[in-house]
């Protein structure tokens, strides 16, 4: 019988439509609880997830059955479907995100990164975090309205 491994981890960060501080502190843990239950019913299983109010950062292993962009597409749209249900008017994830490979070898470097997201925040800002990212990941060519519009 055949066997196909993969252990692919992901540094997935998007934000809200124009930045828009939605994701409250009442609210944050039971999405961020929603979304881990998405991804692993994808098979994608969460390792963390932390936000600020205008954005979000999730670390989880890909599943080797299911595409990236089907991952995101499916986090993002029952996500802002329930936030919507929770009351929150006008909730809409923007178009665009970042997908950043993570080593194995660098995954607790990454997720203490994610785990300090609120203190992080309160010295760069999430164009500087962008854009650092696009340096160290050699990304060169990007449209940067999907990151801040």
Do not use: C
Not at 27 to 48: Q, R, W
Not at 81 to 100: D, P, R, S
Not at 118 to 146: L, P, Q, R, W
Request: proline content about 3%; overall charge positive; hydrophobic content about 40%.
């Amino acid at each position: 019988m055949g066997q196909s491994l993969a252990q692919m981890y992901t540094h997935l960060v998007f934000r809200t439509k124009y930045g828009r501080p939605y994701i409250q502190e009442d609210i944050e843990p039971l999405l961020h609880a929603y979304m881990a239950g998405i991804l692993k019913n994808m098979e994608s299983p969460a390792l963390i997830i932390n936000s600020v109010p205008d954005h979000i950062h999730i670390l989880f292993r890909l599943s080797k059955n299911f595409a990236l962009a089907k991952v995101v597409e499916e986090v993002k749209k029952q996500s802002s479907k329930w936030m919507k249900e929770k009351g929150v008017v006008g909730f809409t994830w923007q178009i665009g995100y970042g997908a950043f490979s993570v080593s194995s070898y660098k995954v607790e470097v990454v997720r203490n990164y994610i785990l300090r997201q609120k203190e992080h925040h309160k010295i760069v800002t999430f164009k500087d975090e962008i854009e650092k990212s696009m340096k160290d990941y050699n990304i060169t060519e990007y449209d940067a309205k999907y990151f801040y519009e």
